[in-house]
């Protein structure tokens, strides 16, 4: 499979506790994007990378939230201090200038208990 | 604000039936739409823009600037076509803005 993969696929955590994400974008997108998704929603974006440069913060990303693309490859999106609010779907997508759209990934689901 | 709005949760029709799913927009700006669809234990994938004009499995969208809409339009729904579609408007960086989607579903 070629496609934006995200690990784990499913994520249970204690409140308070710090979880970390994965995203490994399709290789020749140089354009990496984080969103949440929660019930009923649509997704909403947290933060977009080009290459390694982190380009944009939603106002959703809140100082527990950080986001990395080192080497402008993978990208680790981490949650310090965890609350129940934080409980959602996370999706990665990927990009570039002649894709035409987005590849999203199938998600990492947080629960927060 | 940039803000897309999709006014039904649910659209339900019998296989056959015209399906219009709606879309309304605000933006500032010459916009850039995107209806994606997410089937069912399926990821988001993109169904059609409108840049390219195209017809997608039956679907097309046009974009109306004077009502500021985006409506997504199949003459005659078929029962694989149940599922999650999102409007979805480009804004700054090529980052997206979604509506809540509308849950189509098509009964036999």
């Known amino acids: 499979d070629t496609g934006v993969s995200q690990n784990p696929r499913h994520k249970i955590t204690k409140r308070g506790q710090n979880v970390t994400f994965r995203c490994d974008p399709i290789s020749e997108h140089n354009r990496l994007y984080w969103y949440r998704q929660t019930l009923g929603q649509g997704p909403e974006f947290l933060t977009y990378f080009q290459n390694e440069a982190q380009l944009e913060k939603s106002r959703l990303l809140s100082d527990r939230f950080s986001a990395e693309r080192p080497k402008g490859s993978f990208s680790t999106l981490e949650i310090q201090r965890t609350e129940q609010g934080d409980s959602a779907m996370y999706l990665c997508?990927?990009?570039?200038?002649?894709?035409?759209?987005?590849?999203f990934g199938s998600g990492t689901r947080l629960t927060v208990v | 604000a940039q803000r897309v709005t999709q006014p039904e949760k649910l659209l339900s029709v019998f296989k056959g039936a015209p399906v219009e799913l709606k879309c309304n927009y605000s933006y500032s700006g010459s916009p850039e739409l995107f209806w994606y669809v997410q089937y069912s234990r399926q990821r988001l994938q993109l169904l059609l823009r409108?840049?390219s004009r195209e017809s997608i499995k039956g679907f097309t969208a046009d974009l109306n600037k004077g009502e500021t809409s985006f409506h997504l339009k199949k003459p005659f729904a078929q029962e694989e076509d149940s599922a999650m579609y999102y409007c979805?408007?480009?804004?700054?960086?090529?980052?997206?803005?979604f509506g809540a989607g509308t849950r189509l579903a098509v009964h036999p």
């Open positions: 997508a990927s990009s570039s200038p002649r894709a035409g759209g987005y590849t």
């Open positions: 409108h840049i």
């Open positions: 979805a408007l480009s804004g700054g960086y090529n980052k997206l803005i």
